[in-house]
């Protein structure tokens, strides 16, 4: 197993969870080897179902941006798929000014992103949810990840 420094990765079946150990993901915040191992995890074969949480981040830069749209790009050309996760409010906004939030799937919190990813799911992704109910208000099974877990 490798030892990362500046990524929490946990197994859930068939699902890889990354969580950046850093608050601020910039050049001068060691994005070099965040990248490297972020890249570097994507290559490995048996991971075909990749999220991100996002949870302890305050802050990307545009390279860290970059490295995202890198990860993705290289997970697709292997026919892996990506999400992201439990994006801060601040976060959020730099997807969305950026407009990569159109690029990016990305789910509100890190049980659903993970749900999303389980064998079968995709024929479940058109449904849409009761009215008047929260992504959180809908049962999970108890398998699933918290943001505070990762």
Do not use: C, N
Not at 5 to 19: H, M, S
Not at 83 to 94: C, S, W
């Amino acid at each position: 197993m490798h030892a990362y420094q500046r990524l929490d990765v946990r197994e859930f079946d068939e699902v890889t969870v990354v969580r950046f150990r850093d608050r601020r993901i910039t050049e001068a915040g060691g994005l070099g080897k965040l990248a490297e191992e972020l890249l570097q995890l994507a290559e490995e074969e048996h991971r075909t179902r990749l999220v991100v949480s996002l949870s302890s981040v305050d802050l990307l830069s545009s390279a860290a941006l970059g490295v995202l749209i890198t990860l993705r790009k290289r997970l697709a050309a292997r026919g892996a798929r990506l999400k992201l996760a439990d994006m801060e409010p601040q976060v959020a906004k730099i997807f969305s000014v950026t407009r990569l939030d159109g690029l990016f799937d990305i789910e509100d919190d890190l049980a659903h992103a993970v749900a999303g990813m389980q064998p079968g799911a995709a024929a479940l992704a058109g449904e849409a949810r009761p009215s008047g109910r929260s992504s959180s208000d809908i049962p999970l099974p108890a398998t699933l990840p918290s943001a505070a877990g990762v």
